[in-house]
């Protein structure tokens, strides 16, 4: 094969979205029957084209493979599983007479139909973004379907652009499947990689033939720890797979990117394989000081790709010290290029597109654009020295050390109270003299619930806009929420739930509405990440000491509770999330930034039960997302993270249940830790993984209330009752009634309400049924 030059600057993605999320629109109107699929292709290439250009214009050269073909219409680990043909055998008759699958097919795959489930969801690594869980069997056929990979880098050519094909790498596509559901005991989809390999050598061949000089296979399953294999089997079938691909004649320049943490011992495997290009996340990572010489040796004949620009934070950063890192990695090759230490698809698109966020904090911050640029900088400076980069070096230190002495990112009074902390702050009462002065709450059986949010009607966002916009009024906006509220406890009143919530039509998001709330968060206009397929969010800014000015849910929980007789919970996002789920500074330890937090909510909390509130849940949807891949890095991460929630819930008086949520956080990896937590009731996502967790949950001896959830809103799908009801019967075969709620797998806001409502009735048929069950159980006894 032909040797190529690798770009001096490159990024390793780019959001896909669009700038204002165009693609988001484009694919739901597909869905909704309003466009066909030749009009979404249509706008899908001309979003792909306007990338090109915007990338080029910020320094990324046309000619080099410096720019990443990393498009996808839903999920990057679902258009590998459709290239190698991984296609459940449920979902067989999506496939066309050549084994493929059309853009309806995919979309189908990715939610569901009929009696068909979606592929589970599950959050990729430690970020929000969530990939669909591929499910290997022994007897999955692996086929190359690359019409849509060659058909994106020929687009860019026909642009004027040498593009880079950007694919998931067969070893981390492999360790993030899981077996299908009649796969043997002892089956892993690893055991699958000598048939898989070979497909993606075809794939190399095939984009050599058409020209594409570099190829990125994703591989960050390398860096983690946290994989359910052995690591020395990991670092063996990366050598193996990698030997195999290396080893082609007529095939493009393979570039290994290893995004979220160190490489460590995985280096050493990497450096011994034909791949010509390496990357290295030095953000998250550091370099080895000491390596051995053959791997020293090995490392000298390839590109090394330094990932030294954050592609997970926002803030500018200190590019100096970036610069630094890119060249200690010198002494290793003499051929080192500048790279964003991850794909930027986890950070919004360009700062300077908020032009309502305060200009002294958008000065310390860098988007997506921005961070291309500082790509483009930092590689200037590599190839025609330090001094040409000097002045943005300097402007971006200046930026910093003004960050660090402004009003309101240290406060003395948040500082000194989170020091005052003893360890009564962070206990309640035992759990059995909670569980009895709860009784008053009067709760059946099985218990019914939801997670907190109904569905976000049109009318609701349109009052929330012209609020925004001043076009209506505080008083105005109020009653339409009341009403709105008083809708929502009325139907849930006529299904049957037993504890209800007010459906938080007044919140935005369940992060941006605390941040609004609290001081030491900004927030912005256009700052869209994806969250998983058309699914966007807008992360918030924490760059301050963080308090709580006011009361931030009472009144809307109170007037609530005020129209029923029955239990309404007041509903908080935990400390955690609402780190995990916004930008945080960087400047300080995340622990101590968690505290903070959990104050403000252990505040509200005392005023939610002094307004009468009984049942008060506090999510933690990212408790597992944020665990550290190292394995070392772990029990620090636990006893904070744990330490926040118990200290915002420590003050809760043993008649308070206190509920916490957890959705798609592969609950038995952190089962010891929401053991910890100590509330009263957590419920889980279970409903798309078919109540897997529930073996987890009876083999880890876990003793409080439990809802495992059993209709998955992720999917426009209705479950039947009858399905529902095999769910519950299946947790009730392992988890004790007593025990046992009954609740979806999240919150509904991104559902519509005769689906909604249609569901529910379903889960209260099935609870009922599975009452009565348990009743003639009894009976015969």
């Not at 090995?298 to 990932?307: D, P």
């Not at 080192?336 to 958008?362: F, I, K, N, Q």
């Not at 979806?744 to 009922?768: F, M």
Request: proline content about 5%; glycine content about 8%; charged content about 25%.
């Amino acid at each position: 094969m032909t040797a190529h030059a690798f770009p001096t600057g490159t990024i390793l993605g780019y959001p896909r979205i669009g700038r204002r999320r165009e693609l988001k629109r484009a694919v739901e109107a597909f869905w909704a029957g309003t466009i066909d699929a030749d009009e979404l292709e249509a706008r899908a290439a001309a979003l792909r084209a306007a990338t090109r250009e915007r990338l080029a214009d910020l320094g990324l050269d046309r000619a080099t493979s410096a720019i990443p073909e990393s498009f996808s219409f839903y999920d990057q680990v679902l258009d590998a599983a459709i290239t190698v043909g991984a296609v459940p055998p449920r979902f067989a008759g999506l496939r066309d007479a050549g084994g493929g699958v059309d853009l309806a097919g995919y979309f189908t795959i990715a939610r569901g139909v009929g009696d068909s489930a979606p592929l589970e969801m599950t959050k990729w690594f430690d970020s929000n973004y969530h990939y669909l869980v591929p499910e290997i069997g022994p007897d999955t056929v692996f086929t190359l379907h690359a019409d849509r990979i060659l058909a994106e880098f020929a687009e860019a050519k026909a642009q004027g652009f040498l593009t880079r094909p950007v694919v998931v790498g067969p070893v981390t596509f492999l360790l993030l499947a899981k077996p299908a559901d009649d796969a043997p005991a002892g089956f892993g989809p690893l055991d699958r990689l000598g048939d898989l390999v070979p497909v993606y050598g075809q794939l190399l061949d095939r984009l050599a033939a058409a020209g594409a000089e570099w190829v990125q296979l994703d591989e960050p399953a390398l860096v983690s720890e946290s994989i359910d294999e052995p690591r020395d089997r990991v670092l063996e079938s990366a050598a193996t797979a990698y030997d195999a691909l290396g080893a082609a004649d007529a095939r493009p320049s393979i570039f290994v990117a290893a995004p979220y943490g160190a490489l460590d011992d995985a280096l050493p495997v990497l450096a011994a394989t034909p791949v010509e290009a390496i990357g290295l996340d030095l953000v998250r990572g550091t370099l080895a000081a000491q390596l051995d010489p053959v791997t020293e040796e090995s490392l000298a004949a390839k590109t090394l790709v330094a990932g030294v620009i954050d592609g997970h934070n926002v803030w500018r950063g200190d590019l100096a010290a970036a610069f630094a890192r890119v060249e200690a990695v010198q002494h290793l090759s003499g051929a080192v290029a500048v790279s964003t230490s991850t794909s930027l698809l986890h950070v919004p698109h360009d700062v300077d597109a908020e032009t309502s966020l305060d200009a002294r904090l958008g000065s310390w911050l860098a988007f997506a654009d921005q961070k291309v640029a500082q790509v483009a900088t930092l590689a200037r400076g590599l190839g025609e020295g330090r001094e040409t980069i000097e002045t943005a070096l300097d402007e971006a230190s200046a930026a910093l050390a003004d960050r660090t002495s402004a009003p309101g990112v240290r406060v003395p009074a948040v500082r000194d109270r989170v020091t005052a902390l003893a360890d009564r702050d962070f206990a309640r009462a035992v759990y059995d003299e909670r569980v009895a002065a709860q009784q008053s709450l009067d709760l059946p059986e099985l218990p019914t619930t939801t997670i907190g949010s109904f569905p976000q009607t049109g009318d609701i966002r349109r009052a929330r806009a012209r609020l925004v916009k001043g076009e209506l009024d505080a008083d105005g906006y109020r009653q339409l929420m009341r009403a709105e509220i008083e809708r929502v406890v009325r139907l849930q009143e006529e299904i049957g739930l037993d504890v209800l919530v007010h459906g938080e039509p007044e919140r935005n998001d369940m992060v941006q509405y605390f941040a609004e709330l609290l001081d030491g968060f900004s927030v912005t206009e256009h700052g869209w990440v994806q969250s998983y397929g058309s699914r966007c969010t807008r992360p918030s800014i924490l760059w301050g000491d963080v308090s709580r000015p006011a009361p931030m849910t009472v009144e809307w929980s109170s007037y609530a509770q005020s129209l029923t007789e029955k239990p309404v919970k007041g509903m908080l996002t935990g400390p955690v999330t609402i780190l995990a789920w916004s930008f945080v500074r960087d400047d300080q330890p995340l622990g101590d930034t968690a505290r903070q937090v959990a104050l403000a909510l252990r505040d509200e909390i005392a005023d939610l039960e002094r307004a009468g509130i009984r049942v008060i849940q506090v999510d933690e949807p990212a408790l597992r997302e944020l665990l550290p891949l190292k394995l070392a890095e772990q029990p620090a991460y636990l006893d904070w993270s744990v330490g926040a929630f118990r200290l915002a819930t420590g003050g809760a008086a043993s008649a308070t249940q206190v509920h916490t949520h957890l959705c798609y956080s592969e609950f038995g990896v952190v089962i010891d830790a929401i053991k910890n937590l100590d509330a009263d009731v957590t419920s889980i996502e279970a409903a798309r993984s078919r109540m897997e967790v529930v073996d987890d949950i009876a083999a880890s001896g876990f003793a409080h209330g439990i809802g495992p959830g059993v209709y998955d809103i992720h999917s426009p799908r209705v479950p039947s009752a009858v399905e529902v009801q095999a769910l519950l019967e299946r947790a009730v075969a392992e988890i004790p009634a007593s025990r046992l709620w009954v609740n979806p797998d999240c919150g509904l806001k991104t559902r519509g309400y005769d689906e909604t409502v249609a569901s529910l009735e379903h889960i209260l048929e099935a609870a009922r049924a599975v009452r009565a069950e348990l009743r003639e159980s009894v009976l015969a006894e």
